[in-house]
């Protein structure tokens, strides 16, 4: 068996879902894969985890990676599988703090931020898409553990984040659904992809086998979790006993809904990428992340260890 | 009754019931202006004699008098001083000369409006101890011997009617400790002040005390009071005549006996 | 531990005295529940929402809710914090007796040291995680270099208050440093060694913890940043709670353990 | 600070001495210089990304292309650590005399103490991000809160070993337990409490850094952490740098302060 | 030359070219078997003198010869005892004992395999002091006395030829002192070894010495050499004849003398 070290990119949640069934179920194994799945810190700082070889495979953020690669192009790991097509990158405002589904609802607003945050890190490319004028716009740097308590005291009108993350916890504050105001970057025409499956090079110029098995393992256990949630939501309570199962499904429904289960993916299967689409998002990222322009879409995205479309469908 | 100290019978037990026995059957009186001097074995509970006197502790038999009055929380009329100088290192010599003006009743409230008179009567006592310029330093920049006469001055500033001594002068070298007896012998005469010694400086006790008591081992009683003879003022040669030997040699033969029967 | 006994005024015997005895004993407790009592009276009167400042009883609740996560969690959390606090052991002596082996060496590292006990651990965990992935190792390492410090520290200045005499008593005989380094220096300062290993503890704790937050699948730091992250506040404070339980337990056995082994230190004039 | 020194064989009069003494004020710089460039010499041996591990020329050319942000960042986080750390002076000195007061005061705080600083401050910051606003505000309570604790044990220490004949010479002339306390207590512990200071300072840093990276739009803490998510690790390891040079300048001022104030405690028997 | 110890015109100054001139023209010899005396007025080089025959100060003119050697390092023929006693306080009396043992080049090698031997040796030391069956005690468990008593037990341990005591009885009080005199004398008579006795006890030096060697102020050097004449055996009761008290009045004229003239 060849074995795997493998880093998340947040705690075992719903949306981790795929990955744990995947191992549960022993797909892994049947790949002669010894897979060790461990938590992260956020879907950046999975990347040099995988980059250092201390992890082999990972799931992070793929704008994060062409920040990354543009960088030091010379690190070695690149994506092999998107996960999320869309981004999960949102606004969160609530309705009665004047927020609407309307991008342009921010304007005069002040907006919380964690430095870290993946959706904080679009926001000068998003409001350029979508026709923010920001000069009246505040923005507060705000840490993950006050993001949603600030937004529900109303210290704050909107914050960033992952919007099942926002969403779910401003319920658990307390905050009707009705009140909730979420802005999807990638449906207000923010064109990027969002979480992928990383991999070091090394290990992939060594293993392609072991990586190709990996990941059609990997489509396996994600068609598991769409087509039954609350299996997946086993599987991750089974790793952390405090979790509340209902909040985790509505998690991971959401995550399927919004982020993985999209249109495109239902006409084209799971995992691949349109490799123009990922050229246009390298585009997009100079403006919000300043790119020098080091990259290009080939060496961020390696499709060769994909597998077949068919087995890449999600039911 | 005009003795100025009163010890009648006491008892006194150190940590409940069934702790140290440090004194029994205690009874002992210094009459005003007297200097007397305890010796004793160590442990004898000379320094138990000393809190008794100035109510530190307080008996669980017998009586403590001091001046007339029942002893039943400290007496401020006291001066005090130990083996160890304790002078507070963060102030300056007269600072702590002045120090229990500070803290007793009769003194407190006057000290700001009076404070020149304070510092010059500080300074008086300063002078006689030998020590006339010192009283900017600090403490520490003084020698023990220094440090031990500043030390007599702060037990003397509040002008009390009694002068406890607990082996003032046991960490100094021989020397040091003659000139010291001789300040001590020229302050009695003086100030008139009355001055219960405790030492185990058996030549000590005989050249300074008109009084000398020597207490029995644990637990510890007066055993025998001798007068002192010699006439004053006295001088330090007088510790190489006959007789003074003599005396000095007749206290060590009591305390080796009262030692042998601990 | 105060500068005023019962002393004055009453008799030596006094029967009140075991009754101030167990006052003092039950003190801690009193204590405990005071505090615990203020707090759920200001939750109620403040009308905190728990997602803020839950209540103790709250609190009580998700202990007994969750308790078995949180037990397994703290035997993680207690295992790296032991883990990492030996390794401090080991290293801050002999990091210790090595710089107060010589002034220049001493001169030359305290500073370093000082710089680096000023940077906040947290920024160190990632750092550690490329190296060793998550886990046990980061935690336990971390807990080790938040915590050698004070012992490192502790044991230089044993070796510093050596006095002069008992070490001329020594060089006249013909002693090697080597001699006196082993003979003196290291049972002199054990006192030392063991009063730090009090403070090192509770920190070895903040360590483990710390890293437990950024890179574990267990313990409970993990468990806190989790439940944080579900806004499960209660179980937060559950966690917070347990980390003083296992803090005051362990701080207690340390201050026991010195109590055992330099029992001659406290009652010897060595003392401070 | 050290067992040995050049006594035996030399004589007294000795040349060397003046070089000797040079060589251990040039230590700390010599420490300094050669831990860079083992780091530097292991960064290129080992080809570390600079993502990872930067090398420290790479760092300092990352202070002098940010000298700007990074020096607005250090007034700020100077500004509340100080602001913490003076919060923490007022409040552990009044605590510590307070605790040392009495012994049922102390046998009842100790342990809630105690386990208060087993607890990660990490923990603590989200909850004063929520009642304060981001900021200074919760920044400057952290460092309040992580940088008392020393100073409260030194000052009841100090209270704990005053000499029982000095208190016996003020009660025999009729001293109330505030008089002792105000002429002997405070002073007493002043050099405890001015060599907790040190200690206190390099604490604080450590807390407004961590409040920083949680909630603050400036500071080092805030710094450090957008540079790490922009993967400009050069960076975080320039702030780190500056902390370090902070911490180490706020404990050299504190020792200076210390040797100022409470010179009389050197000089005199009673430092142990 | 027969001298045990030999030092001639030595001049010590401590820190430096501009530092402190503790003893100048330092000349003295001691006799094998003799048991000297050296007194002089506080601060006058006396523990400087200590450190120079013991090696551990090397001087910068003059000559110090010991047991016929040159002394350049630390010589290992010497026990000493201070004032302060300086037992550690985590090994028991015994093991505080043998502690030399573990050092000395001649016996570190062989404690293990005769440790029987050595310990016997030990306890013959403790009962000749009068400490027999002390040895399982920690020293914090004894008494000041019984403590200096073990330290003279650690000083003997190796058998040097040359005991140094620094003032060892200071912090005694006077009975048990009267004590350690006799433990001392009666050793100086039944190990034939060489002692040099440091104090500011004339009385002491008197009832123990063969030589008095007197002291000037700082800068310290000899002025005078007394040869005491009592016979010995000696007794306690000799400190209560004439002669005695002569000699020791003598004495103190002498070193008061020598402090005016600082
Ligand atoms: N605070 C105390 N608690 C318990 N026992 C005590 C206390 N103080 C003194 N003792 C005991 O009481 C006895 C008498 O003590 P005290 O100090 O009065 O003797 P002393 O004659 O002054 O001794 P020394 O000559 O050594 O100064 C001793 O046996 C001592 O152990
Ligand atoms: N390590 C030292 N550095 C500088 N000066 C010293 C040192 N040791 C002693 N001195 C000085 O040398 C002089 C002689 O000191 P020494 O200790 O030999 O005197 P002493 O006769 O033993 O005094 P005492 O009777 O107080 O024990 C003193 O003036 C002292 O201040
Ligand atoms: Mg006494
Ligand atoms: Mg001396």
């Known amino acids: 068996e060849t074995p795997v070290k493998f880093t998340l990119d947040w705690k075992f949640e719903g949306p981790a879902a795929g990955f744990l069934l995947a191992a549960d179920k022993g797909y892994f194994k049947d790949e002669g894969l010894d897979v060790t799945i461990d938590t992260g810190n956020g879907s950046v700082e999975a990347i040099p985890r995988v980059s250092t070889g201390t992890y082999q495979m990972g799931f992070g953020d793929i704008n994060s990676l062409i920040k990354f690669l543009d960088e030091d192009p010379s690190q070695k790991v690149k994506a092999v599988m998107m996960v999320y097509e869309r981004p999960t990158f949102a606004v969160v405002g609530r309705k009665s703090l004047g927020v609407t589904q309307d991008p342009k609802s921010l304007e005069g607003k002040k907006l919380g931020a964690p430095p870290p945050d993946g959706a904080f890190a679009q926001w000068k490319a998003f409001k350029d898409v979508a026709g923010i004028d920001d000069s009246n716009i505040t923005i507060e740097s705000i840490g993950f553990p006050v993001r949603e308590p600030m937004l529900a005291k109303g210290d704050v009108d909107a914050v960033f984040g992952f919007a099942f993350s926002v969403v779910l916890n401003l319920k658990a504050q307390g905050i009707a659904d009705d009140d909730i105001a979420t802005i999807l970057m990638a449906e207000n025409g923010l064109n990027l992809y969002g979480n992928a499956v990383l991999v070091n090079s090394d290990f992939a110029a060594e293993n392609p086998e072991a990586v190709k098995g990996f990941l059609r393992a990997l489509a396996k256990g994600f068609a598991d979790a769409v087509a039954n949630p609350e299996e997946g939501v086993a599987a991750v309570l089974r790793r952390n006993e405090t979790l509340d199962s209902d909040i985790e499904l509505e998690r991971l429904h959401m995550a399927n809904e919004m982020n993985i289960k999209t249109p495109h993916v239902v006409d084209n299967g799971f995992g691949g990428v349109d490799m123009e689409r990922l050229g246009a998002s390298i585009e997009t990222l100079k403006v919000s992340m300043g790119l020098k322009g080091n990259v290009a879409a080939d060496q961020v995205f390696d499709p060769s260890f994909l597998p077949s479309k068919e087995e890449r469908m999600l039911p | 009754m005009t003795h100025l100290v009163f010890i009648d019978d006491v008892d006194m037990r150190y940590g409940g019931a069934d702790g140290t026995l440090a004194v029994s059957g205690l009874t002992m009186r210094v009459e005003k202006g007297d200097f007397a001097a305890v010796v004793g074995p160590s442990g004898c509970g000379k320094s138990t004699l000393m809190k008794l006197v100035t109510g530190l502790h307080i008996p669980q038999a017998g009586t403590v008098i001091v001046a007339g009055q029942h002893v039943t929380k400290p007496v401020s009329i006291v001066g005090m001083a130990f083996q160890n100088p304790t002078m507070l290192?963060?102030?300056?010599?007269?600072?702590?000369?002045?120090?229990?003006?500070?803290?007793?009743?009769?003194?407190?409230?006057?000290?700001?409006?009076?404070?020149?008179?304070?510092?010059?009567?500080?300074?008086?006592?300063?002078?006689?101890?030998?020590?006339?310029?010192?009283?900017?330093?600090?403490?520490?920049?003084?020698?023990?011997?220094?440090?031990?006469?500043?030390?007599?001055?702060?037990?003397?500033?509040?002008?009390?009617?009694?002068?406890?001594?607990?082996?003032?002068?046991?960490?100094?070298?021989?020397?040091?400790?003659?000139?010291?007896?001789?300040?001590?012998?020229?302050?009695?005469?003086?100030?008139?002040?009355?001055?219960?010694?405790?030492?185990?400086?058996?030549?000590?006790?005989?050249?300074?005390?008109?009084?000398?008591?020597v207490m029995s081992a644990r637990p510890g009683r007066i055993v025998r009071e001798h007068r002192v003879p010699f006439a004053r003022p006295r001088d330090l040669d007088l510790m190489y005549e006959k007789e003074f030997n003599d005396l000095v040699h007749q206290l060590h033969g009591e305390i080796a006996t009262a030692r042998m029967a601990a | 531990m105060t500068i005023v006994t019962e002393r004055p005024g009453t008799p030596a015997v006094s029967k009140p005295r075991a009754l101030r005895i167990s006052w003092v004993r039950a003190a801690p407790w009193l204590y405990t529940i005071g505090l615990f009592l203020i707090w759920e009276l200001l939750v109620i009167a403040l009308q905190m929402p728990q997602t803020i400042l839950p209540a103790p009883s709250r609190i009580f609740q998700a202990i007994v809710q969750y308790w078995s996560p949180i037990w397994k969690n703290s035997l993680q959390t207690l295992f790296t914090t032991t883990l990492g606090f030996g390794l401090a052991v080991v290293g801050g002596l002999a990091i210790g007796l090595f710089i107060g082996w010589s002034k220049t060496i001493y001169a030359g590292l305290y500073p370093l040291m000082i710089g680096f006990n000023a940077i906040p651990k947290v920024a160190v965990v990632p750092i550690l995680v490329i190296w060793f992935g998550i886990g046990t190792i980061p935690a336990v390492i971390t807990a080790f270099l938040i915590s050698f410090f004070p012992i490192v520290v502790n044991v230089a200045t044993g070796l510093a208050t050596i006095e002069p005499e008992t070490e001329d008593v020594l060089r006249a005989l013909g002693a090697r440093k080597i001699d006196i380094m082993l003979k003196v220096g290291v049972p002199r300062s054990m006192p030392y060694f063991f009063g730090s290993l009090k403070i090192a503890i509770t920190l070895a704790f903040v360590g483990s913890v710390l890293s437990e937050t950024v890179a574990a699948n267990y313990g409970l730091g993990n468990m806190m940043s989790s439940a944080q992250s579900q806004f499960n506040v209660p179980l937060v404070f559950a966690g917070l709670l347990m980390l003083a339980v296992e803090g005051i337990a362990m701080y207690a056995l340390m201050a026991w353990i010195e109590r055992r082994m330099t029992g001659w230190a406290h009652r010897s004039t060595m003392a401070h």
């Open chain 2, 89 to 213: 290192p963060w102030r300056t010599t007269l600072e702590n000369i002045l120090l229990p003006l500070e803290i007793v009743e009769k003194h407190r409230h006057r000290l700001r409006a009076h404070r020149k008179d304070y510092v010059a009567q500080a300074e008086n006592l300063l002078e006689l101890v030998g020590l006339k310029g010192f009283g900017a330093k600090y403490p520490w920049q003084l020698s023990g011997g220094m440090q031990q006469r500043a030390n007599l001055c702060r037990a003397l500033i509040h002008q009390p009617d009694l002068l406890m001594l607990d082996e003032p002068f046991g960490a100094l070298d021989a020397f040091t400790r003659e000139e010291l007896w001789c300040v001590i012998r020229d302050l009695h005469a003086a100030q008139g002040v009355t001055i219960i010694l405790v030492t185990h400086d058996l030549r000590e006790a005989s050249f300074l005390a008109d009084k000398i008591f």
